[in-house]
Each structure stands twice: as C-alpha cells, then as structure tokens.
C-alpha cells in the first residue's frame, strides 16, 4: 500500500473509532491529513465519522485545489486556517463531542483558558485552549478567528458546537482532541465540588519539562 492509501485508511479508522465511542454522532464533525506531496484529505460534507469510504475523501493538491473525491467539508476555511497558521500540523480534527459543549456553555467558562487544570496530559497535549464565540456552522468568520491567533494555539473550543485541534499528525490530533473531551467531562463532573486541580507550580513544571506551548 502507498502511504496515501495508508492514511486514507487511517483516518476513516480512526473517525469511526471516535463515532463508535460516541464522540460525535449523526454526520457531525470533520477530520483532515497532510498528505505526503503537500496536500490534503478530508471528510467530505455530509457524511458520517462511523462511515467514511477511503476512496471517496476530498483530495486537495499543495495549492489547495480540489482534484477528486467527494464536496469537502464546509469547514475548510477553519482546517486551513490551522494549516496557514501552524506549519507544524499535520491533521486537524473537529467534533460535537457533548461534555466539551456542555463546559462551552457555563457562564463563567473562561474564554483565553478554556480547560480547567486538573490532569497533566491536557497540558502536555492541548497547551491552553482558546474559548471562540459562537459562529454559524460553515462561517469562513470561524478561519478568520483562528488565523488572530497566529498559531499560537493548537486546539479552540467553538462555543455551543464543539472542539477543534491541529496535531503533527492524524493520530496525535485524534489524542489530544479525545483528552480535550475527557477534560471537559471530568470538569462537568466535578463541577460545584471544589475539585483541587493542579497547582500553579505543576503547571509550570509540566510546561517546562514537556516544552508545552504556554503563550497567553
Ligand atoms: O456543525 C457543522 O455543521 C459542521 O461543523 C460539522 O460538524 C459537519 O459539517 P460537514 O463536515 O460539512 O459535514
Ligand atoms: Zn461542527
């Protein structure tokens, strides 16, 4: 198998994973890849993270041109706004997981640092996650909003619809955006019971000795 037929593999594997676990139900969510020329695959719109067909993904060529496959999501500008802005990603992945929705939609959810700290793994895989207002599914306003934040951060959390995360790879950015949900939840569950979270003096170690990205 070529490498593109491996990753086409590997994503539709790793989307119905996420969809098996009820991470994102119904035809929600999109995920996208590098791949080995400069280009990109995609989820096409429409179509469901339990039931992606490898050979029907929307394949862009290094220039961002459609070349084959099925309509692509419609939140390209959003998965290349990522692409523009961090030279490091290698797949972008997006879901309505509920948990992470349900802590998006707290009055006091704190918008430059969305999760709560109470494991290490968020921090070491996530950094700070930026809290982004409420758009319409499919705005290009959404690209714009991560393109303010220059890169600076890997994972946004869409307010009242759900995560969006940029990792090296297909695998690492499925990781992190499963660590996000699990945050959200752990946080959901504990909430009202002063659960102690790491201190600032974990968070600063976890950031050194990881070489988290930490920029406010
Ligand atoms: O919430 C939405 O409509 C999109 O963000 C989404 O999750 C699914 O849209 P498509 O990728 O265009 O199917
Ligand atoms: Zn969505």
Redesign the pocket.
Known sequence: MTSETNLREQICLLAKSMFDRGLTGG????ISARTPDGGLLV?P???SFGRLDPARLSRFDPAGALIDGDPP???MPLHSAFYDTRTTAGAVV?L?SCHSVALSMMPDANADDFLPRLTPYAIMKLGRVKLLPFFL??DPAMGDAVRGLAGKRSAVMLAN??PVVAGKGIEAACNAIEELEDTARLAMMTRGLSPLGLSDGDVERLVTTFDVEWEA
């Open positions: 035809s929600t969510g999109n989820s719109t429409g179509t999501t419609k939140e997006h309505h599914p499919g619809h759900g």
